[in-house]
């Protein structure tokens, strides 16, 4: 039988079956993107949350502390304090030990960020950043002193003065998103490269693998 140059023998259909399904990517392989893209996403989302922190915050410090604004009904009450602890007023009485804590966040973020290449870490990374520099930079130049600003929190739920529920801002808002969309992709073995473990194992000998994404339809 002679073979056409170009063409496949009937013999080597199955090869070349094999080596198209080897190239075929998992059905749930999570999107992956270049680093610029995902670096550009990271800042967007930080700038975005700290700009909005930012606004929020000069917006509320023109409230009235004994008249708190209703919101949804009594849902959420418009109510400002001034808070000296953590996010959620906690350890309000050491208020100089929190930038120190932020420094130490900011930095393990740079270390994240360093091979980021996936959407959802991009996001979420974005997220914790702008919390923790929208609550430092209170902590640094607001009242009462550099370093030892007292935090501007006016977000309360189901009570006007923060009886249900501790009264936060934008910035508690992002760290608790970001820290929670983070920890569910740890879970979901979503990696900050793009690529997905997996406990799929081909025999059952082989260690579970890395899943590249560099192709295929975004689960994301």
Known sequence: MIVRRGASAPGDLGSVSVQQDNQREP???????GRGKALTVFAG?????????IATKEWATKLDPQEPIKVLGGAVYMSLTRNSGAAFS?????T??????????????????????????ALALGMVLGGVVGNLADRIFRAPAPFHGHVVDFISVLHPHGQAFPI????????VGGVSLAILLELLGRQRDGTRITSDKKTGDEPAQAVPADRGAPTW
């Open 27 to 33: 059905e749930h392989s999570p999107p992956r993107i």
């Open 45 to 53: 989302m930080a700038v975005f949350a700290l700009a909005l922190d």
């Open 90 to 94: 906690l350890f309000a009485d050491h």
């Open 96 to 121: 100089y030990i929190f930038p120190i804590i932020a420094l130490g966040v900011l930095t393990w973020i740079g270390f994240m960020a360093r091979h980021l290449r996936s959407l959802p870490w």
């Open 168 to 175: 936060f801002n934008v910035a508690d808002m992002a760290l």
